[in-house]
């Protein structure tokens, strides 16, 4: 078999094997999932419109998120998304407190 077909076969493979990931999910997470970035843009709108930016107000901000091993989206607080946003934590519990809110108000275009 010419090197021309080998390599046009293996191309013709793995752009099935890509295709066939992102259909069974495998690159990306699922279509009904609420994922980090979607959850914290939706905190970020509520602490910008409805609180006018004031930092202390992110733990009344509550938000849709589904944690992984979570079969749906569940209300959990903007702070603990903000947590998990900045990389200072790597899970939500009940209660979560900003660990830095001025960093986190910041972090959504707030001017502080």
Sequence with gaps: MPINMIVVVAI?????????????????????????EQAFTKGCNQLRTIYNCNSD?????????????????????????????LGTATKITNSNDADSPETCAKQCGCAI
């Design 12 to 36: 013709a493979v793995l752009v099935l094997v890509v295709v066939a990931g992102f259909f069974a999910g495998w690159f990306t997470s699922g279509v009904g999932g609420m994922n980090l």
């Design 57 to 85: 107000n992110i733990g009344d901000i509550k938000v849709q998120y589904q944690q992984s091993g979570e079969s749906e989206p569940s209300p959990y607080d903007f702070g603990g998304i903000c947590n998990l946003k």
